[in-house]
């Protein structure tokens, strides 16, 4: 957008030199500016500020009317607002939409600047530095830093004209805040990310605004904002700083792992063991031509989507050494764990060659490979920094993967290569993540070798299984009844009960709700084992936004999906991939909906699965996944080999 200058002049409706107060009204989409008597003014149809940042007109104004704000006006039947405002040689007009931040917050600037981060086992502390330039003259009260609900520390913040630039004076106000760990705790079940903001009232109503990072801490690899600046343990929490991608200091709390208590973990883990491995891992790179590659699947505890049967064809290369790491309480550790080149999670071997990695190769994230929001930052830092294969775990064609997400460029998880089923798939990868398009491995996802393409018929059995998504922006509610993936589980379940019988009904839940979904009728339709068995038999799914659609469907079942939701879901993650005519099965968004295509798609106590798998559906499917020859792990092998990898 650009912004509109206009330089008014005489005769009657001119205000090039007013020497009166100035007041701004808004009527019918009409604004009106003028002087104390209207004998002056300038008229404006507010629609003109479409598609422009705001229109300006240069005026000479009295020194007491400069810097002022003349009128915050909400606009009828629009999410928008209208903002007019004096400076020193102009009136400018501002239409913008009014998402929910203070509509003055442009108006005052904030400068929060954190010198350090300290975490302990008794408490947190920050040192900053702040000022708050006003030039507006608006009110300003009760500044305080924000952590969570729970966590406000009201402090005393200078404010002034314009910002402070005298290195001293800068010095003067450095200050350090504290909150105790007891308080950061409370609850048992505090926010995870929490981000390091000032809160101030701007005319009594709440504006925040984000802390920064000194120059001196930024990196050019922003990457690395995710590595802890800080940490520790205490009660049965781990605790640490870390920045976002902007930069902004922020406190993670997250209940530990019951692996953090055991003595050999803390051992390796330990700073100055980790610090050891670290750098013996880099040396032990600079001197050696052979590539090592870690393989590995979720939490690493999983040896079934395709990312085992690619190592299982490297372990006799010439070209690299290829370990796979499975954690020892896997329900596949024992069915592996005879290979010599098998490294059992958090043993001595593997903390070796996890350092000594020069590629992971996964379905899942790098962090994967060890813990979630560790606080080891030299694990951490390896993780990042280390090239990374991603071999994905379902199809990229449904929720939306953007440029803010774990795995798109310059992010945590950014991949060095990805593997993806279709040119059309590589397409929106590569605009979603904005990867280069050569760095995306048209090849088919491994997972699909080891399934049988098109194994269910109208002789299979008539089972529905239902597996919704679990929504991240629910993460913080405490009930996991209260969610939608709660709600929308039990209604569909329900639903199913009158058209088929019980044993015929297969739930796959989320880990954070199965207890929950225990305690209702349902507890006997909750799957218990892998997701991959509880698809070999599947003649119909049912699912939100989940990719495992692509993995049914290409065994031959049919897909519903039940999208009641739909408009928090987008709003909350970015639009969903397809368009309308390229989903691989019918939509509802609503139980009414859903019910009225089940009763087309079951009668009887059998599901018809011409209906709910047409041959319509069946190109779509074509075009997002173009391989079921079972040779993808072959291709990627090939492709892996050519680019030096393996």
Same mark, same amino acid.
């Given at each position: @957008?650009? +912004? ?52 300006? *007109? ?7 009317? @400069? ?47 954190? #010198? ?36 406000? %520390? ?24 504290? $909150? ?30 984000? &802390?920064? =990072?000194?120059?001196?801490?930024? +990196?050019?690899?922003?990457? %690395?904002?995710?590595?802890?600046? &800080?940490?520790?343990?205490?009660? /049965? ?37 980790? *610090? ?9 790179? &600079? ?8 393989? $590995? ?21 010439? /070209? ?54 560790? /606080? ?13 294969? *991603? ?40 605009? @979603? ?49 209260? =969610? ?40 006997? +339709? ?8 509880? #698809? ?24 519903? *999906?039940? +999208? ?8 909350? =993650? ?39 798998? =047409? ?32």
């Amino acid at each position: @957008m650009n +912004q509109v200058s206009y330089t008014v002049s005489s005769p009657a409706s001119a205000m090039d030199d007013i020497e009166d107060i100035i007041v701004a009204t808004y009527d019918s989409n009409v604004l009106v500016i003028s002087d104390r008597t209207h004998s002056r003014f300038i008229s404006l149809n507010i629609d003109k500020l479409l598609g422009v940042d705001k229109i300006a *007109f240069k005026v000479r104004l009295k020194q007491n009317e @400069m810097n002022k704000i003349l009128l915050v006006q909400e606009l009828p039947a629009t999410d928008e607002i209208l903002i007019v405002y004096s400076n020193k040689h102009s009136l400018s007009c501002l239409r913008k939409a009014n998402k929910g931040n203070h509509p003055l917050k442009q108006f005052v600037k904030v400068k929060f600047k954190i #010198l350090n981060l300290y975490v302990s086992k008794n408490k947190v502390a920050l040192t900053y530095v702040a000022f708050i330039s006003n030039p507006y003259n608006l009110n300003i009260s009760n500044t305080r830093i924000y952590l969570d609900d729970n966590n406000v %520390l009201p402090v005393e913040i200078p404010v002034g004209k314009s910002f402070v630039k005298s290195k001293l004076k800068l010095l003067s106000l450095v200050k350090i805040a504290k $909150f105790g760990m007891p308080s950061l705790l409370k609850g048992g079940e505090p926010p995870i990310n929490s981000q390091v903001k000032m809160a101030l009232d701007i005319d009594g109503d709440t504006a925040v605004y984000p &802390s920064q =990072t000194l120059k001196i801490h930024k +990196q050019k690899n922003r990457r %690395l904002y995710s590595v802890p600046v &800080s940490t520790c343990y205490t009660e /049965n929490f781990a605790v640490h700083f870390r920045r976002t991608y902007n930069g902004t200091p922020t406190l993670v709390r997250r209940r530990k792992n019951a692996i953090e208590d055991d003595f050999k973990f803390r051992l390796f883990e330990s700073r100055p063991i980790s *610090f050891l491995l670290y750098h013996m891992g880099r040396f032990s790179r &600079s001197i050696s031509d052979v590539n090592h590659n870690i393989y $590995f699947e979720k939490y690493a505890c999983k040896a079934e989507e395709g990312a085992y049967n690619l190592f299982c064809k490297t372990t006799n290369s010439k /070209n690299s050494k290829n370990y796979y790491v499975i954690d020892e309480e896997s329900d596949d550790y024992a069915d592996i764990k005879h290979n010599d080149k098998v490294l059992k999670k958090y043993s001595y071997s593997y903390y070796w060659h996890l350092f000594r990695a020069n590629y992971f190769i996964s379905t899942e994230a790098p962090a994967h490979v060890n813990l979630l929001r560790s /606080n080891n930052k030299y694990v951490r830092r390896k993780l990042i920094t280390t090239p990374f294969v *991603f071999l994905q775990h379902g199809i990229t064609y449904l929720k939306n993967h953007d440029r803010k997400g774990v795995y798109a460029k310059n992010r945590e998880a950014e991949p060095a290569y990805m593997v993806v089923s279709s040119e059309k798939e590589k397409k929106v990868v590569s605009e @979603m993540l904005r990867l280069p398009e050569d760095r995306l491995l048209n090849v088919g996802m491994p997972a699909f070798d080891d399934v049988e393409y098109s194994s269910i018929n109208d002789l299979t059995d008539d089972v529905v299984t239902i597996m919704l998504t679990w929504k991240p922006y629910e993460e913080h509610l405490n009930d996991f009844t209260a =969610t939608s993936y709660y709600r929308n589980t039990v209604a569909v379940a329900h639903l199913l009960k009158a058209k088929l019988p019980a044993l015929n009904i297969r739930v796959v839940a989320h880990p954070k709700v199965y207890d929950a979904l225990c305690r209702t009728d349902l507890k006997d +339709q909750l799957w218990v084992g892998k997701i991959s068995d509880a #698809l070999k038999d599947t003649k119909l799914l049912i699912t939100d936004y989940s990719s495992v659609c692509y993995n049914s469907f290409y065994r031959g079942a049919g897909v519903i *999906f039940f +999208q009641p939701d739909i408009v928090d879901y987008e709003r909350e =993650t970015g639009p969903l991939v397809p368009q309308e005519h390229e989903y691989i099965g019918y939509r509802s968004y609503s139980i009414e909906g859903l019910n009225e295509i089940i009763d087309s798609a079951i009668s009887n106590n059998k599901i018809n699965l011409s209906y709910v798998r =047409t041959t319509e559906h069946e190109f779509r499917y074509k075009e997002i996944n173009q391989f079921s020859d079972g040779n993808n792990i072959d291709r990627l092998f090939s492709a892996l080999t050519s680019l030096k990898i393996i």
